[in-house]
């Protein structure tokens, strides 16, 4: 069946494939597609036999027409491998590093957008080429799932609102409401609500999500959607003792070379003086604000008071901040600074313009709420840009949040999710763990590129982070996450071991272990093993998979092992994607980067199985 175009947009009806109207069973419940490994594109070349130039990388607009041709190539593809009844709109159409393109598709059922279910076609030639593989694990929906339903907006947000707040003394600040067609989670689909209640004037600040069956107006699943670090304070087991598992080896010198265009020195409680960029304003004072990166780094002081309540400028005299005498109110915003700013830089240095992929600004909150234990990430909907607040800490559990260089880049790696995949991985059950695990994973890439780093001249470029983590004796773990801020004044102890995640008594490292334990924070243990297991290099104090025994042998090192990372984050993850679908997509990056016989997609396959997660069991079309 030939695309079809409907009120304007790119819409498929498909021929069935799977028994229309019957529901999933366990045979057809993902389908995926299977192609023969191709050799990667080499677009260079083949712009010189065709006399094409090569496509510029980066996202398309839907109104160019390579992007209007790569989405009816797309459609035509899905019509003859697609699902019964299945309805497919374009989202987005980019052009990777290699040359190859990607078309986003969101799932729709008739005309009603199914919840966190997408496609994605895949184009080695480029825009103008043929579809050579697809990312499909949608399942097929029944006809009779129809948009009729004799409840309303109103009546969805009267139900959710009894959930939210059934005392009535924490309501909602901002609700949203939509119509939508989502997975029960038993193998049927139905029509209904999603509402969104958010309440951050209260502690613990929610975000909740409420999926509502449109027929038996009941909550069928719900989750709180800040994307949050921590998730742990009553499972901290007394003074554990610490794991090494590898290092950085780099050795550190004495002194820094400061990043271009630095004009000031911040002096931080865990990293020492370090270089840092902030802007003088007329009066001459400087306040904590780089706007040589991105759109700029704005941190802000959040006074202690609720989310969204009054903030205000950090300002200091004369550009040296953390001065004896400077209050530890300035001292906590430039540490989330410097923090923040080498994250920047670190994916700079691999092409990825911010966390927003548009180089757009970021604001982070300090000082928010009191004694809070915790630090959340929240897309600015009003600026669609990238936002966190982060705690003080009590103290005892954790102090200052914002500090520790592993927890603001935790956060930011959830912006990066959720731009990268068009809302990101849903922050529940499977998708939710690897939602958690891609932030510790882009956080201990940031900490091992700075602990690393070096200047022209070969030295260090932060050596105080280098003495910590990359020197002959490292004080510091670079695969603890969270060691820098959690229970200050314990040595070793870290809010999650990405070498051996049951170190902190509620983590698992295994898929084995996943029913009964699957709140987000805990399940990100297989995916963080799972990293460990593929990227760390040292053989000799290489820790086995503590469920599985394996270990893999000659990892591959944080520079591959994290271009595999980004990678299949941008081309190859859907909102709902599951660990089995997740080690697939990390295959086809590695084979995009590596070959499909190479090293590489071996170990990340080892790396996988060791976790206890293989190929997903579907059906192949």
Not at 510 to 526: R, T
């Amino acid at each position: 069946m030939k695309a079809q175009r409907i009120d304007g947009l790119n819409n498929q009806v498909v021929t069935p494939a799977i028994g229309d109207g019957a529901p999933a069973t366990k045979a057809t419940q993902k389908t995926t597609q299977a192609v023969a490994p191709v050799a990667r594109p080499d677009t260079k070349a083949r712009a010189l036999v065709t006399g094409e130039a090569p496509p510029a990388r980066g996202e398309l607009a839907m109104t160019d027409p390579r992007a209007q041709a790569a989405i009816d190539t797309s459609l035509e593809a899905l019509s003859g491998r697609g699902l019964g009844g299945a309805q497919y709109k374009a989202s987005r159409v980019e052009v990777d590093e290699l040359g190859m393109a990607h078309v986003h598709f969101d799932r729709m059922h008739n005309g009603v957008k199914v919840f966190a279910e997408q496609a994605i076609t895949h184009m080695r030639n480029g825009p103008n080429g043929e579809v050579t593989d697809v990312t499909n694990f949608n399942v097929a929906i029944a006809q009779s799932v129809t948009t009729k339903s004799a409840m309303s907006k109103q009546d969805a947000i009267a139900i959710a609102k009894k959930s939210f707040d059934p005392e009535g003394k924490t309501p909602a600040q901002r609700t949203e409401v939509e119509r939508t067609c989502f997975a029960a989670g038993d193998g049927t689909y139905r029509m209904g609500f999603c509402v969104q209640m958010a309440d951050k004037k209260n502690v613990p600040p929610r975000a909740m999500f409420y999926l509502i069956d449109g027929s038996s107006k009941e909550i069928v699943r719900q989750w709180n959607s800040l994307c949050s670090g921590f998730s742990r304070l009553n499972a901290r087991p007394a003074a554990p003792k610490p794991v090494d598992g590898g290092n950085a080896s780099d050795s550190p010198s004495p002194t820094s070379t400061p990043e271009a265009g630095a004009n000031a020195t911040a002096n931080t409680s865990n990293y020492g003086k370090e270089p840092m960029t902030d802007t003088t304003r007329a009066d001459g004072k400087h306040v904590v604000w780089d706007k040589s990166r991105l759109g700029g780094i704005h941190v802000l002081d959040g006074k202690n008071g609720e989310d969204g309540g009054p903030t205000e400028e950090v300002v200091d005299n004369d550009g040296h901040w953390g001065e004896s005498g400077d209050s530890p109110r300035q001292v906590g915003a430039i540490g989330l600074e410097f923090c923040m700013e080498v994250g920047a830089d670190f994916l700079k240095s691999l092409g990825i313009n911010g966390w927003d992929l548009k180089g757009g600004e970021v604001e982070a909150v300090a000082h928010i709420f009191q004694n809070y234990v915790n630090a959340y990430y929240e897309r600015d909907t009003k600026k669609n840009q990238v936002r966190f607040v982060c705690g003080d800490g009590n103290g005892t559990d954790a102090g200052p949040l914002g500090e520790d260089m592993t927890v603001p880049n935790h956060e930011l790696g959830h912006g990066l999710d959720d731009f990268m995949t068009d809302g990101g991985l849903t922050y529940s059950d499977e998708s939710g763990g690897l939602n958690e695990a891609y932030a510790d994973i882009l956080a201990h890439l940031v900490l091992k590129f700075t602990a690393t780093a070096t200047g022209p001249d070969g030295t260090s470029k932060y050596p105080q982070v280098a003495a910590l983590y990359a020197g002959k004796k490292p004080t510091m773990n670079i695969w603890n996450i969270g060691e820098a801020c959690w229970t200050p004044g314990a040595p070793g102890d870290a809010l999650r071991y990405m070498q051996n995640p049951a170190q902190d008594g509620y983590s698992i490292d295994n898929y084995k272990q996943y029913p009964g334990h699957d709140e987000v924070h805990q399940s990100s243990g297989i995916a963080n093993n799972m990293f460990y297991q593929l990227a760390e290099t040292n053989n000799e104090g290489k820790i086995p998979n503590a469920t599985s025994g394996h270990v893999v042998k000659d990892g591959i090192g944080e520079e591959k092992a994290g271009k595999i990372y980004l990678r299949q984050l941008q081309h190859y993850a859907t909102k709902d994607t599951t660990l089995s679908e997740a080690r697939v997509a990390w295959i086809k990056a590695a084979t995009d980067l590596y070959g499909a016989n190479s090293v590489e997609v071996q170990k990340v396959k080892e790396a996988w199985t060791a976790v206890g997660v293989e190929d997903p069991a579907v059906a192949t079309v």
